[in-house]
């Protein structure tokens, strides 16, 4: 079965950094659409980035110029290196495989930014 493993969440101050990692297994990962999304309290889950299999990135505005998604598909893990982190930032990561129309998701990691 298909399984989407979040980590490297935590507790951040305003201002630093975290890299997410997420490691798929059961799934070919290396033709599979990767995603990271992001769900605060009270909130939407909404779209943070996305790398296709040929690894070609995009990013909601709100997190241009400082988050880079980028996947290693020897590892079938996907990353998001988060910077200049914001307290509007603090949410539950989820990450998410599209293969054949399908969609996979993760447990979710949480990152908290204090101010």
């Known amino acids: 079965q298909v399984q989407l493993v979040e980590s490297g969440g935590g507790l951040v101050q305003a201002g630093g950094s975290l890299r997410l990692s997420c490691a798929a297994s059961?799934?070919?990962?290396?033709?599979?659409?990767m995603y990271w999304y992001r769900q605060a309290p009270g909130q939407q889950r909404e779209l943070v980035a996305a790398?296709?299999?040929?690894?070609?990135?995009n990013y909601a505005d709100f997190v241009k110029g400082r988050f880079t998604i980028s996947r290693d598909n020897s590892k079938n893990t996907v990353y998001l290196q988060m910077n200049s982190l914001k307290p509007d930032d603090t949410a539950v990561y989820y990450c998410?495989?599209?293969?054949?129309?399908?969609?996979?998701w993760g447990q979710g990691t949480q990152v908290t930014v204090s101010s």
């Open positions: 059961g799934i070919i990962f290396r033709l599979s659409v």
């Open positions: 998410k495989a599209l293969l054949y129309g399908r969609d996979y």
């Open positions: 790398i296709t299999s040929g690894g070609s990135a």
